[in-house]
């Protein structure tokens, strides 16, 4: 087998064993990078500083000396999180020319524990997307079918780890941003619970509702990041204090006794038949190895889209109001006067889409509509936060599909907003409930293209949703249907 087909955790084996070195894994991850370049995952790379790193691990190891936990594994990072020195983009015109000044706490703690970046990962445009179209650098591409989309915004974040360029990613979530395009290309990715991963040195989308989350090819891999990037941070008011468990302990006991529960809303007629059958297998492969199925109701989460694209269009507006030509980023050239400035420089930095959400968020938040959009969203925020909490008094976690189809073309929704809203029709009231949800593989539709499953857990038990999703991989993974 070769070296990038291993999982991370096997890889990390490998160079505790010293049967391989950090510098070969950041070469061979460079070399498989350029054969795949036509993708387009990456937005920049960092192969000189990356390959210091290795050499400074790899000597560490030789000697003896005490190394990080996830010491020498290859990484990529999404392009709206900031590592000192590197080019901050978020796929933007707006940011094309911004190095960052400091680094994020979670690419921090990644690199106190070992690990070596080598690469800013392409994105949708300020995070706002979900096929990942929306990139001043042009498309990512599906590696599993080019010809489709690999799913937003952290689609480049996604690909990078399903074409095997790296052995693990970040990504961040909003409204589905790491699920939706993990169930498209066939891996793993965690939306942790709000506040479990700090925020600070990420580029805000909707800071109610953002998190960064791994991406990983197998649980165990998901499961050893989160350890690293979680726990609370002074430097974000918005991180809980609340303990971070091992996530390993339990995740091998499998799913006796379990209560899961299935909510009938998640299966309504938005979900493609291929996609209901594999879930309905998923559903019954549990059943038949101890675990409980169990009846619930989230009567509120048709409204969960609109509620989302009301506050993170709002909180967008309000954060993206920064940008503005003068403190930092691309300025117009030609203006008449300081309004002049801002008009042109937002114009000509800032895409279609972020222009759309910028237009909306103002609107939601005006005088005369402020009632009428924003606040009655939040009153109907609580309403679902609340049926999430009572669903979890009757299971440990609930099971659904991640999105309602396989990965569809490039282009084919580009002109249909409320088309491209909808894909996130499943991903989003998780987001707005503020609880951890995992999408794992569940097998590929007939065309070959893969299923995702979310398995949604209670706030801060990403622990339990490991759990269950491990017992799964092992099934899925041995070609059982």
Known sequence: MELLDLSMSEILTKLNNKEVTSVELVKLCQKRIEETKDLNALISTCFDTALEQAKIIDSKRAKGEKVGELAGVPMVIKDNINILGTKTTCASKFLSNYTSIYTATCVKKLLDAGVVVIGKANMDEFAMGSSNENSAFGPVKNPIDKTRVPGGSSGGSVCSVASKQCFASLGTETGGSVREPASFCGVVGLKPTYGRVSRYGVVAFASSLDQVGPVTRTVEDNARILSVIAGKDEMDMTSANVAVPNYLANINKGVKGIKIGVAKQFFSDKLDGEVRSKLDDAIAWYQANGAQIVDVDLPSIDAALAVYYVLSSAEAASNLARFDGIRYGVRADKYDDIIDLYFKSRTQGFGKEVKRRIMLGNYVLSSGYYDAFYRKAKRVQKVIKHEFIEAFKHCDVLLSPTTSTTAFKLGE??????????????????????????????????????????????????AKIYQVAAAFEKHNTKGEK
């Open 413 to 462: 929704k580009s002109n249909d907003p409320v088309a491209m809203y909808l894909s996130d029709v499943f991903t989003v009231p998780i987001n707005i409930a503020g609880v951890p949800s995992l999408s794992i593989p569940c097998g590929v539709d007939k065309q070959g293209l893969p299923v995702g499953m979310q398995i949604i857990g209670a706030h801060f038990e990403e």
